[in-house]
């Protein structure tokens, strides 16, 4: 169907303009209504395709599962904010209780939170906390958040880091993007020399590996440009933080809850964390930010940390109902994600042959990135091609986001049908056909 620009969406987003803050919109003029599953309609009617899972928070179909919706009416009716920092509550401890038998053995403490930026703010104070150490590293081109401590650790787009200076103390070092190596080798035969130059750099002539509390990792790197590490680069991190002593934390706000083949992220690469972060996915559609550290690094002394909303018990009801929905249907997801996965990379990679413009294709389960270059030879980054793709796309009903310099997020929910997603494909290949040709 074809998108119909209409005098009501053109008068909701001048409103918007006048009175809400800029935020992170591009040129799609998307104004939502309401949807379920696969789709989403906007208020004019107009139908799309979702690609985006709204930022990877409808994981399991569009205004999340039939059971979640149920039961945040029942619990609204009931009693929404029981101030659990402050008083005692069941539904927030059940949940905590059922979200431990995902991780592995020896996870115990849980934090809740409202959103994934205070997840990781909750995980630098417990990982200096928990060390007694005053340093964190992290990536470049990683993306932890934009409140002030996890923006320190963010260093995705200079427009995120501009203005807000100084920041926290955070080194920063080479992540492995094996497409665009920032050391100019090539894997395999670079030896996973990013892995090594943490150590021979930073840690040798920047910060202290005693003074380092935790590495801050995303086992598939999100707004950066949807990037996959090797397996043995996570490993090799894994290795640095034991032997000296850090932490490691995992971020799996956006690739956590099934979106990378396995609940946990991390899982794809052999690795165990110290903390993990979880949250978009985790609430069904309503906002829950979770933190879960090992029972060994202790606890965290009364008013050290805390806040208002954590553990509400709408969002609760929400998140417990989505896990539960997740335990019941693990085998099929699992299968589910697998064959979407090879339809989609399939498919994309003979884009990849065919199109000069599609330079990189990538992912681990339903994360996929597609980077688009101005030719393969050099690689430079093609921004207003892939911003014309997304908006062709948009413009014939398929709804999708980019992240990276020049990279479109392949995201749909999980529970997505084969039509649904052969649909979109299609969509997709057209517009890059139109926008950019051969």
Sequence with gaps: MKFRLTPKIKDIIARDRKVIMTTTRGEVPFVASHGRGDFVYDVSGN??????????????????????????SSQAAKLMHPAFTDYYAEQPVAFAENLLTMFPKGFGKVFFSNSGTEANEAAIKYSKLFTKRQYTIAFYNSFHGRTIGSLSLTSSKIAQRERFGPFNSVVHAPYAYCYRCPLGKEYPSCGIACADYLKKYPLAKEVSPKEVSAIFIEPVQGEGGYVVPPREFVKEVRKIATDNGMLLVSDEVQAGYMRAGKFLAMDNFGVEADIYTLAKAAGGGLPIGITVARNSLGNVPEGAHSNTFGGNLVSVAAADTT????????????????????????????????????????????????EFVKDKKSKAPAVKERDAVVLESFNNGLLMLPCGESV?????????????????????????RKSCGK
């Design 408 to 432: 479109i997020r392949i995201i749909p929910p999980i529970t997505i049908s084969r039509s649904s997603l052969e649909e979109g494909l299609d969509i997709l290949e057209a517009a890059i």
């Design 47 to 72: 139908r799309f395709i979702d690609f985006s899972s709204f930022i990877s928070v409808y994981n399991f179909g569009v205004n999340g599962t039939k059971e979640a919706a149920a039961a945040i």
């Design 323 to 370: 896990l539960r929905y997740i335990k019941k249907n693990m085998r099929s997801l699992e299968a589910q994600i697998k064959e979407k996965n090879r339809i989609i990379m399939d498919r994309l990679n003979r884009m990849k042959d065919e199109y000069e413009i599609v330079g990189d294709v990538r992912g681990l389960g339903l994360m996929i990135g597609v």
